[in-house]
């Protein structure tokens, strides 16, 4: 998404970096506790990948410095090094419930990181906050942040899931589960249960998994075989045209529900299948890119005329 937004900032130099963190959490990575998330182990590895793959020139933790304008889609932590710089905030994707965890870090101050992607947002040290859809900013609004700091531009990957359809995965007419990292991360779930619920949905039609990338592919695998022992599981590829080609999709706690609902698929998912109608994010063609590096103009020529 970064990357999409760096390519429509045409004329502009641009760099980029995975996420990184400050001292305190950086000081946990010796424990092994940052190995599931987007700031170790295989996450990064990937982003890593991308980065080199794609030929983009690299600056980790911006520790060059000296940049105009940084563009970012997570404000769980805001890095010390860019605080004085002025910071666009990109929607990444769905966002956490508001748990009792969310409610205790904002009653209390805490680390906004611990209530995970809950507290989006919430920082408020950006200019402009880029929200997938109308409905994403009400809901933003009534967390607290300021009308004026929130643009509806659309987010790129989920802005254009038509095109999702020309594809060349060879399964077609399918039940497609997206499952969930939320044991890695920290979160309870009940994979018991859940696999349940897919069989009952599922009513002996074909089944097809799909496993998220931060999950312990091994311990995944071994549960669904259990129960589904000829169901193809995945562990790597592009969900999307997995998306495309299926009937029926069940979800967790997934992002991808967005694409399935954008094609019209029957989706089952933990969270309010009305309420993500609300939230689905705008179908613009693939032009969100473009309007947030609109935005990012803005700042930029706002700080130049200061």
């Not at 966002?95 to 009653?107: A, F, G, H, I, S």
């Not at 939320?182 to 779930?189: A, L």
Request: hydrophobic letters at 40%; charged letters at 25%; a positive charge.
């Amino acid at each position: 998404m970064m990357h999409a937004v760096g390519r429509a900032l045409c004329g502009w130099q641009t760099f980029y970096t995975p996420y990184y963190a400050d001292r305190l959490l950086e000081s946990l990575r010796p424990t092994g506790f940052l190995e599931r998330t987007v700031l170790g182990g295989e996450l990064r590895r990937r982003t890593v990948q991308y980065l080199v793959e794609q030929g983009l020139p690299l600056d980790p933790a911006g520790q060059t410095g000296g940049y105009d304008l940084v563009v970012t889609c997570s404000d769980l932590i805001v890095q010390k090094n860019i605080r004085g710089v002025p910071i666009v905030l990109v929607q990444e994707g769905m966002t956490d419930p508001e748990t009792l965890v969310y409610r205790v870090v904002r009653r209390f101050g805490l680390p906004r990181w611990l209530a995970s992607t809950a507290t989006t947002g919430l920082s408020l040290a950006y200019r402009r906050f880029c929200v997938a859809s109308d409905g994403y900013r009400e809901l933003f609004l009534a967390k607290g942040i300021p009308s004026q700091k929130i643009v509806v531009t659309g987010i790129p990957n989920f802005d254009n899931c038509a095109s999702f359809q020309e594809n060349e995965f060879p399964y077609r007419g399918y039940v497609l589960v997206a499952t969930s990292d939320t044991r890695e991360t920290f979160k309870w779930d009940n994979r018991k249960y859940f696999l349940a619920e897919v069989e009952r949905i599922a009513a002996g039609r074909p089944l097809l998994f799909k496993l998220h990338p931060n999950e312990d592919f091994s311990r995944s695998e071994r549960e669904i075989r259990r129960i589904f022992p000829r169901a193809p599981v995945f562990r790597e590829g592009d969900i999307n045209p997995m998306i495309a080609n299926c009937t029926v999709l069940i979800t967790q706690y997934s992002t991808c529900v967005y694409v399935g609902l954008a094609l019209g698929k029957e989706c089952h998912s933990r969270f309010d299948l009305e309420q993500l109608r609300r939230l689905l994010p705008l179908q613009n063609g693939g032009t969100s890119a473009a309007t947030i590096a609109s935005v990012c103009r803005e700042i930029l020529g706002l700080r130049e005329a200061a």
